[in-house]
């Protein structure tokens, strides 16, 4: 059963930096697009990031400058370095793996950006 589990979420202060980390599991093939989602309060789910197995990376303009993903296909995990943080960037944070036509979410994890 494949496992999807996100950490490194909390309260971080404005301007401030935090790393997530996401590890998927339960499978042996290795993950092909790894991607961060986030969901602020009274808003839709947005993407925030993506990367394809050879690292190419997509991101969302509103972080870009000031994320970066990446990943270690041999762990199959994928990281968010948050850096620059706004108020804005307030949300519980999913991270997304897929294999073939197959999509997994985590949980989620919750980042607050006080002042």
């Known amino acids: 059963q494949v496992q999807v589990v996100e950490s490194g979420g909390g309260l971080v202060q404005f301007g401030g930096s935090l790393r997530l980390s996401c590890a998927a599991s339960?499978?042996?093939?290795?993950?092909?697009?790894m991607a961060w989602y986030r969901q602020g309060p009274g808003k839709q789910r947005e993407l925030v990031a993506s990367?394809?197995?050879?690292?190419?990376?997509n991101y969302a303009d509103s972080v870009k400058g000031r994320f970066t993903i990446s990943r270690d296909n041999a762990k199959n995990t994928v990281y968010l370095q948050m850096n620059s943080l706004e108020f804005e960037d307030t949300a519980v944070y999913y991270c997304?793996?897929?294999?073939?036509?197959?999509?997994?979410w985590g949980q989620g994890t919750q980042v607050t950006v006080s002042s």
């Open positions: 997304w793996a897929q294999i073939a036509s197959n999509g997994y």
């Open positions: 339960g499978t042996i093939f290795r993950f092909d697009v």
């Open positions: 990367i394809g197995r050879g690292s190419r990376a």
